[in-house]
């Protein structure tokens, strides 16, 4: 029953990843958003980067069909230059007071043409380039902006200051979209509830004064470097140094400025720096051939899903050096600007050398205005300023109500981001659940053109990419190319064809040159692909009426260092998407039921978290658990470095399970197969009583993993040898008694040859269980031998205690591993230390090894059974690692927890909530829409020889017995295509690649 007192709005403060991940889920599954962001544009930080690791995507394509998505959702209206001031009522039924200051252009009349910027006098130091570029008074935040309109900075603006001065905007405004007198607004808005992301802002590099930011021109911070990478910066890409715009030869970054360090800045770990400093020294080595990289730092914290892969790349592939040392001074040569760095080794010596460039690895900071924000609010910040959430209800603020998301709760990188983000909006729904499609719209498009006696008309646009594409390939010449080619009426290059203003170009060239085809050179069409033809929709073309041509992957990615061929190829791709475009036909999708109960896999904390807040939404769960009981890994895990006992948290999750209506939980039950489709499954689940038949309509695997075993350190024949959670277990019971001396290893069986991975916990649990002991016996000596020490984000502030109160960490490489003899009762562990530059020997009472995390038993099997990817550590394989990171590449399969891989509780429970709203935007939805591109039979072609059938995967294939035909079912068929390269005879086609279609690629490609 409805709630009449609650309203189905949301409003999320902050335009970035995470405000903008917020916003889709929240209106995908039936609300109503506001998005407010305090700058004239959305996109946030990740506006600003050039690329995105491991992958080395571009940032802004990554970025782009969220961006747009965003930009032209019918349920999602963004509020920009705006800030929240008020916030009064209860939760489900706020009133929220928003200050808006005036943009003074029309955001119905600006066409984004720029002709009042090139008319504007006045020039400012562009903040988004971080002071490295300039803008005029009247400006674009950047290139792709969404809203795509411009914005007059009026601290800036001669005629805001001076009524009789300047001017010159107004007069070049073609479309009188400027007003100087426009009046700054106080909106009210009634929302059920508030999601805080306002982001984040970077340190200042004048933190450490002796490393000359801001006196010498060559030394960055990140952000600076991260602008001079990118296509759209100040040098268009184009690294040079700012002093004398020389290409450099020799470039070095210093970890940690601002970050991890009580004197100078914060005492926290921020996070990402370590991973981003490894990317911008490969980048910057494809913009640069021959450049040498060096990378100073303190701990390689590489602790993500394939953080610790990249990281081997960098070093083996692309030879950038790490140089484990403190930095004490920076100085420069006045003669040639090159920097002089000096550094402390490990071994205590000084040592020099000279760079051409130095990039200061600059942390995260709270943005200004969270105390503001949260005094409008009325939550609680931390001492740090970040919002104060609790640890085993993430994202949670002080307030009922109001949940907080990604940087806004404490640094973290784009993937825990995300998960942040749909995590705060899967609460958010969870709280409105019953007024769920109360304010929302539905759109609407266009009547369909009948285009089929037409001749082809078609559109080609070609994306640079920034130096994606246009550092390799000459687009210009492509563009000039595609003018000839047979139906090509209309041809346009953009410099990203994925970006607001650029899809909005490409719909009125359709209606301008009355298009009925369109092809887009650009990247990769696993991800934009739907962008594209969404544009052909709204403009009244079938969307199947398109092709796109993958000149990055195919070509500039390919073929980096061939320039020529790469534009040759570039063209053969134009022409042969050119045509086979020509001969496409309208496709047709069909629409089918779908069932709105979710099959949840995995009954530990992830699992448990997941069914509950999907109950909570009105959905039937069907929870599985393979053993007899609930709980997972949690139910070994005594206590958290924040003291909170995790036992508790999963005696009141079973207790809700248990309790919970909606929830028909299987205990001692395993997936035995599955048939039917996204919307539509049937599962077969094999349980004590039998088998047993459930449907449901999405998959959630939460298998979560178990913990490594070894047989390393004579672990398993000495009884002194245990593992750390078998230490946590004395340390919770018994207590360790008599012993004295307790010695670490680290990374034991992780990060190596066998187990390629961060397990991610070790070191956390290292930490946690050497502050129990000296909590319980403060005179206890405790070694720590470690590679390196990973206590990202704040458990910095825990391993900096445990370094105070007396726990000795000691380094050690993989080529110098520890070893250890029996004495006795006791252990010797014998060690190199780096610092004194000796072997240590070490006799201990007791041996800990930190052995890590392994994908859980079956994992393989129903991998199979769903048919999803597993990576090469056998963990799931997510859709995409930044933006969908709790998605499979299927629809309707959603992963959370230990499955996704190694992490903490906290995390498992915030990937849990997003992947609940995320099958909430599938199951909330009224009907599911079949592929477009199906296969299909010529019934007088088909000989029922059956190998079409043999063929497919997905059972979306049967014989008629009557015909002897065989036939399609379209809600099944994945339009892979296998049974077209079956069948014998033809008579199986797949619409959309047609065997004339391809024939007619292969033609263009040899004409």
């Keep these: 029953m409805t709630d009449k007192n609650k309203i189905g709005a949301v409003l999320v403060v902050g335009g970035g990843i995470s405000g903008m991940q917020s916003a889709l889920d929240l209106a995908e599954s039936g609300y109503r958003v506001y998005l407010v962001e305090k700058k004239p544009a959305i996109g946030g930080t990740m506006a600003r980067l050039d690329k995105t690791f491991p992958t080395n995507d571009c940032a802004m394509c990554t970025m782009s069909p969220k961006l747009v998505d965003v930009g032209r959702h019918l349920n999602i209206e963004i509020i920009t230059g705006a800030e929240l001031v008020g916030l009064d009522g209860e939760p489900g039924n706020f009133k929220a007071t928003v200050a808006q200051q005036a943009r003074c252009v029309s955001l119905e009349k600006c066409i984004g043409c720029g002709a009042c910027a090139e008319e504007c006098p006045v020039k400012v130091n562009d903040d988004f380039d971080g002071g490295l570029g300039k803008r005029k008074a009247i400006y674009k935040l950047y290139a792709q902006a969404t809203p795509n309109a411009y914005a007059i900075d009026k601290s800036k603006c001669l005629k805001i200051k001076n009524p009789k001065a300047c001017g010159k905007c107004l007069k070049a405004c073609p479309a009188g979209a400027i007003d100087h007198s426009m009046p700054d607004t106080r909106l009210e808005l009634a929302v059920g509830a508030v999601i805080l992301s306002p982001g984040f802002e970077p340190m200042d590099g004048e933190l450490r004064g002796e490393f000359g930011w801001g006196i010498y021109a060559n030394v960055l911070t990140s952000l600076q470097f991260e602008r001079l990478l990118s296509a759209s910066g100040p040098t268009m890409g184009h690294l040079v140094r700012p002093s004398d715009h020389v290409e450099p030869k020799k470039v070095g970054f210093i970890q940690c400025v601002g970050s991890r360090d009580s004197a100078k800045g914060n005492p926290y770990c921020s996070a990402v720096c370590c991973m981003y400093a490894t990317k911008h020294a490969i980048i910057a080595q494809e913009h640069e051939e021959g450049l040498e990289t060096k990378i100073f730092y303190m701990d390689v914290r590489a602790y993500g899903k394939d953080f610790e892969k990249y990281y081997d790349r960098a070093r083996i592939q692309h030879g950038v050096k790490y140089e484990k040392a403190m930095v004490s001074s920076i100085k420069e040569d006045p003669n040639t600007k090159n920097l002089i760095v000096r550094y402390r080794t490990p071994d205590g010596k000084f040592a020099e050398e000279e760079f051409d460039m130095m990039v200061l690895s600059v942390g995260l900071k709270p943005s200004s205005g969270n105390a503001q924000l949260a005094k409008a609010c009325g939550i609680e910040l931390d001492p740090y300023g970040f919002c104060k959430t609790l640890e085993f209800a993430p994202g949670q603020s002080t307030r009922e109500g109001v949940f907080a998301s990604g940087a806004f709760c404490a640094p973290k990188d784009i993937p825990e981001t995300v998960v942040d983000a749909s995590a705060a909006a899967a609460n958010a729904a969870q709280l409105l659940s019953d007024v769920r499609g109360t304010l929302s719209q539905i759109k609407e498009y266009p009547p369909e053109r009948d285009v089929t006696q037409e001749d082809p008309r078609i559109g080609v646009f070609v994306c640079n990419c920034g130096i994606n594409i246009g550092s390799v390939v000459r687009v210009p010449e492509v563009a000039e190319f595609a003018k000839t080619l047979p139906g090509v009426v209309h041809t346009e290059e953009f410099l990203f064809s994925c970006s607001q203003d650029s899809i909005e170009k490409i719909k009125e060239r359709i209606q301008e040159h009355q298009l009925n085809r369109v092809v887009v050179a650009s990247c990769t069409p696993r991800t934009h692909a739907p962008l594209f033809m969404s544009s052909l929709k709204e403009s009244g073309l079938n969307p199947y009426l398109f092709e796109q041509a993958n000149i990055r992957e195919h070509s500039s990615w390919v073929h980096r260092n061939y320039p020529e061929a790469a534009t040759e190829k570039a063209k053969d791709l134009v022409k042969m998407a050119v045509a086979k475009v020509r001969l496409l036909k309208p496709v047709y999708t069909s629409f089918m039921d779908i069932n709105r109960q979710a099959l949840v896999i995995g009954g530990g904390v992830a699992g448990m978290t997941n069914a509950l807040n999907l ?223 000796r072997k240590l020997e070490l006799e201990t009472d007791l041996l800990i090894l930190s052995t890590g995390l392994i994908p859980a038993q079956g994992t393989d099997g129903l991998s199979q059974i769903f048919k999803v990817s597993l990576n090469a550590d056998n963990f799931y394989l997510e859709a995409h690692m930044k933006l969908r990171p709790v998605d499979f590449a299927a629809d309707g399969l959603y992963l959370c927890g230990l499955a996704h891989s190694p992490k903490l509780i906290e995390e498992s429970i915030a990937q849990a909530n997003a992947a609940a709203v995320r099958a909430v935007t599938m199951l909330s939805k009224d009907k599911l829409e079949s592929l477009g591109n199906v296969a299909q039979v010529n019934p007088k072609w088909c000989k029922g020889c059956g190998l079409c059938i043999e063929a497919c995967s997905y059972g979306a294939r049967t014989m008629n017995e009557i015909t002897n035909v065989a036939e399609v079912l379209d809600v099944l068929c994945q339009g892979c295509g296998a049974c077209v390269a079956a069948c014998p005879s033809g008579a199986c086609q797949q619409k959309g690649f047609e065997k004339q279609q391809i024939v007619a690629m292969l033609d263009a490609c040899n004409g």
Excluded at 654 to 678: C, F, M, P, T, W
Excluded at 818 to 825: F, I, N, R, S, T
């Design 615 to 837: 109950a909570n939404q009105g959905f039937k769960v069907i929870l599985v658990e393979r053993t007899d009981k609930l709980g997972g890994n949690a139910l070994e895990i005594q206590y958290t470095m924040k003291g909170n006992r995790p036992l508790e948290l999963v005696e009141s999750l079973i207790r809700d399970v248990q309790n919970h209506s909606n929830i028909d939980l299987n205990l001692n039950s395993n997936i035995k197969e599955v048939a039917g489709y996204l919307g539509n499954y049937k599962t077969t689940l094999s349980t004590p009583g039998g088998d047993k038949e459930v449907s449901h309509g999405v998959v959630i695997i939460a298998t979560g993993a178990e913990l490594a075993t070894t047989g390393e350190y004579l672990y398993g024949q000495h009884e002194a040898v245990l593992t750390q959670r078998e230490l946590e277990q004395k340390l919770a019971g018994p207590g360790i008694g008599s012993a004295r001396n307790i010695v670490m290893i680290q990374c034991v069986g992780s990060r190596d040859s066998e187990r390629p991975y961060c397990s991610r916990i070790c070191c956390y649990s290292a930490v946690k269980n050497a502050l129990k002991i000296k909590e319980q016996n403060p005179e206890a000596n405790v070694f720590v031998l470690y590679r390196d020490i990973r206590t990202y984000g704040f458990y910095e502030t825990y391993y900096a205690e445990a370094r105070k109160k007396g726990v000795v960490f000691v380094r050690y490489t993989l080529e110098e591993k520890p070893q250890v003899e029996a004495l006795g009762d006791q252990l010797k562990v014998s060690i190199k230390d780096p610092i004194l530059n």
